[in-house]
């Protein structure tokens, strides 16, 4: 039987596993509820420290919530980086799918996946999560820092958990890094970093401690120091070597190659 609670409940515990347990100033805003049926509740992410949206700031999390419930119907669910607080959060949703509401449908936009639970898809997820042993290798959270770089370009400057930082498309992957900046790169970066950089996404790279998450994926930088990527075209005379081959032919040259 659904409660007025149940329902309440359901929609406390989803905006709760949305928040970002470290950003604690962004806080999701109630926009409008329609309380008939179905019950519809809108609401967006606000950073109350400048009252500003902060889809960008709370995108991470949203995105890795919405890998692990849908991770769930998977044949083979891989690890997500999920605190214990969160994984019963997940345990609490799926339970009332399957004792009294029928569907709970989620659409964040921004191209992030919809999120639709029913009695089917709860049943088989609260079955996978009280398997101990797949829940170890569903739940498995081994986060990685260690000390390296990314070469990308300059996205957008701003604030990490509150710390100075840049953001930084990387180039191999695409994604989306943010980077917090040590002062001595803060410092330097005042004295020459200009707004066109940003706009023209000019080519940096950035060394500092890399986090990785449970599944191997950067998830930001700490204490990065930032470095212009400085490219230039080079014309096919300066490569030209005419003694490379050391008077040989490329046939004679390979075979001693070859023979060597």
Not at 8 to 26: A, I, K
Not at 69 to 76: A, D, V
Not at 181 to 188: M, N, R, Y
Not at 211 to 235: A, E, H, M
Request: glycine share 6%.
């Amino acid at each position: 039987m659904l409660t007025i609670q149940d329902a309440m409940e359901q929609v406390r515990d989803f905006f709760d596993l949305l928040s970002d347990e470290n950003n604690q100033h962004v806080k999701w805003i109630l926009e409008h509820a329609q309380f008939n049926s179905p019950l519809v509740i809108t609401a967006k992410p606000i950073d109350t420290q400048t009252n500003e949206s902060a889809y960008e700031a709370i995108n991470s999390t949203v995105r890795d919530i919405v890998s692990a419930i849908t991770n769930l119907s998977s044949p083979q669910p891989h690890p997500v980086n999920l605190s214990g607080r969160k994984l019963k959060k997940i345990t609490q949703l799926l339970q009332r799918n399957t004792n009294g509401i029928e569907r709970t449908e989620c659409d964040f936009g921004n191209g992030i996946e919809q999120v639709v639970i029913d009695q089917d898809f709860a049943e088989v997820g609260l079955k996978l999560l009280t398997q101990k042993s797949d829940l170890g290798d569903l739940l498995a959270t081994f986060p990685v820092q260690g000390y390296g770089s990314i070469a990308g370009s300059l996205v957008q400057l701003g604030t990490h958990y509150n710390k100075p930082a840049i953001q930084v498309e990387e180039f191999n992957t695409g994604n989306k890094i943010w980077c917090q900046v040590d002062q001595l790169t803060l410092t330097k970066l005042n004295e020459k970093l200009r707004v066109k950089d940003f706009w023209e996404h000019r080519e940096v790279r950035v060394q500092g401690m890399l986090d990785f998450d449970g599944i191997g994926k950067l998830t930001r930088i700490i204490d990065g120091t930032v470095s212009y990527l400085n490219r230039r075209q080079v014309p096919l005379d300066e490569l030209h070597d005419p003694g490379f081959s050391e008077g040989h032919s490329s046939e004679e040259y390979l075979e001693r190659l070859r023979e060597d």
